[in-house]
C-alpha cells in the first residue's frame, strides 16, 4: 500500500518558541506577512512579544484583527483585500482554529484568485500558494497542521470543508506557553475536538500505520492531561502534552480525514453556532456505540490509548468501556446535549433533513467504519437531542 503523509516543511514545538518567528520567516524567504488574529487574542497581548519580535527584525507587518468566531466566506474576502492592497508576500494565522482557518484560506484565495466556495470538496485544492504560517493559542483545532480548513458559506449557512496541500501550512510554531490562560470552556471544547481527531485517524477507513501511531499518541496524552489542563490553567505539563496531543492528532486526521462524528458536527454548528468541540462532544458516545461493530478493533485501541481499558481487555469489553467513557467524561466536563444548549426544538427537527444532506455531501461520513444513509443520519441526530445513546 502506498501512503501520502503529508506535513508542514517546518514544525517548532515547544515552551518559548514562539520567540523563532522572525527567524523563521526569514528561513521561508517572506518579509511582508499579514497577521491574521482573532480580535480577543490581540486584546489580551497574547501576540505582543511575537508582534515587537518581528518589527525589532524588521519585517514588515500589517495586522487583520476582523476574525469572527465560524469564519465567513465575507470575513474571508476582507483579509483578501488586506493581502492585496498592502501587498502581502505570506500570511501568518495566529489564534483558535478561526484565525488559523480564515488565514489560511485567505491565502489561498489571494494566491488563485478563485472563489472560496470554489474550493469546497469534492474538489481537492493541491495547490501551490502563498506561505502561510499557523501560530495556534489552543490546544485543539489542529489546523496548524493539517491540510483542511472551514469556511461557513453565508448564503447556503453552510460549512464548506476545504481540503488539499493548499490548505497545508508551511510552517507552524506550537508553543504551549500560549493556552496558559485559555478558559475553562475552550480548553474543554478544543480538547474534546482534538480527542475526537485522534479517534476519528484510528477508526478511518483511510487509516495508516502513520496515522495510527500519531493518533495513539494523542490519545494517550489527552487521556492522561484533559481534565488537568481544564481544572489547573496554570499546569504547564498538562499544558505541555495537551498541546502535543493536539499536534499528534491533528497530524494523524490531516492525513485519514474526518468520519462520521465531524461530519454530523458541522451542521450543528452551521445552523446553531455551537462551537465545533462541543458539538463533536456531543456526538462521541453516540457515534461511537452506533459504530462500534464495524470497526471492534480499532475501537479497543483507542480505548486502550486513552488508557480506559487494559491490555488483556477482550476487543468487546474495551468497546463498551470506550462508550462509557465518552459519557463519564462529557458529564464531568460539562458538556450540554443540543437541547441543555439551548437549541430551538421545532427549528432543530425542521432542517435535519438539510443538516443530514450537507453532512453527506462533506463526504467525511464515508469515511466511517459504519457508513450510514441520510435516514440514519437523520435518526442519529434525533438521539443526539437529549444525549440518548442506544445500543445498536
Ligand atoms: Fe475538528
Redesign the pocket.
Given at each position: 500500500m502506498i501512503n501520502r503523509i503529508l506535513t508542514p516543511r517546518e514544525l517548532i514545538v515547544g515552551g518559548g518558541s514562539i520567540a523563532q518567528l522572525p527567524a523563521l520567516l526569514r528561513r521561508l524567504g517572506v518579509s511582508r506577512p499579514l497577521l491574521v488574529i482573532d480580535p480577543g487574542v490581540l486584546k489580551l497581548g497574547l501576540a505582543e512579544p511575537a508582534i515587537a519580535a518581528m518589527r525589532a527584525a524588521g519585517i514588515d507587518l500589517d495586522i487583520f484583527a476582523g476574525v469572527i468566531e465560524d469564519p465567513t466566506d465575507a470575513t474571508v474576502d476582507l483579509a483578501v483585500e488586506r493581502i492585496r492592497g498592502s501587498n502581502r508576500d505570506s500570511v501568518i494565522g495566529f489564534g483558535g482554529?478561526s484565525a488559523i482557518d480564515t488565514g489560511k484560506a485567505a491565502a489561498i484565495v489571494a494566491s488563485t484568485g478563485e472563489a472560496v466556495h470554489a474550493l469546497k470538496v469534492p474538489r481537492i485544492v493541491d495547490l501551490s500558494v502563498m506561505p502561510f504560517i499557523a501560530v495556534p493559542t489552543t490546544a485543539?483545532?489542529?489546523s496548524e497542521v493539517t491540510r483542511a480548513c472551514v469556511i461557513t458559506d453565508t448564503q447556503r449557512q453552510e460549512k464548506m470543508l476545504i481540503l488539499g496541500t493548499a490548505a497545508l501550512p508551511a510552517a507552524a510554531i506550537v508553543d504551549f506557553e500560549l493556552t496558559l490562560t485559555c478558559p475553562f470552556r475552550v480548553t474543554v471544547d478544543t480538547g474534546l475536538?482534538a480527542l475526537?481527531?485522534a479517534l476519528e485517524a484510528i477508526i478511518n477507513r483511510n487509516c495508516n500505520a502513520h496515522a495510527d501511531a500519531l493518533a495513539s499518541s494523542a490519545l494517550a496524552l489527552i487521556g492522561a492531561h484533559l481534565e488537568t489542563a481544564a481544572s489547573e490553567p496554570g499546569n504547564r505539563a498538562a499544558r505541555e502534552a495537551m498541546m502535543l496531543g493536539a499536534t499528534h492528532a491533528g497530524l494523524a486526521?490531516s492525513n485519514t480525514s474526518?468520519a462520521l462524528i465531524?461530519g454530523l458536527?458541522r451542521p450543528i454548528g452551521a445552523f446553531f453556532h455551537v462551537p465545533?468541540?462541543l458539538s463533536?462532544a456531543m456526538l462521541l458516545p453516540l457515534v461511537t456505540a452506533y459504530s462500534l461493530s464495524a470497526a471492534p478493533r480499532q475501537y479497543a485501541a483507542a480505548a486502550r490509548a486513552l488508557g480506559w481499558a487494559a491490555a488483556g481487555d477482550s476487543d468487546e469489553h474495551a468497546g463498551r468501556a470506550l462508550v462509557q467513557g465518552f459519557i463519564g467524561l462529557n458529564a464531568r466536563l460539562k458538556v450540554p446535549t443540543p437541547q441543555s444548549f439551548g437549541i430551538d426544538g421545532e427549528r432543530y427537527r425542521a432542517v435535519l433533513p438539510e443538516m443530514a444532506r450537507q453532512a453527506l455531501s462533506s463526504g467525511t461520513p464515508q469515511n466511517n467504519p459504519r457508513v450510514p444513509d441520510s435516514d440514519d443520519i437523520i435518526e442519529l441526530y434525533r438521539n443526539a437531542w437529549d444525549g440518548r445513546v442506544p445500543v445498536f
Open positions: 482554529g485543539g483545532t489542529g475536538d475526537t481527531h486526521v474526518t465531524h458536527s465545533h468541540g463533536n
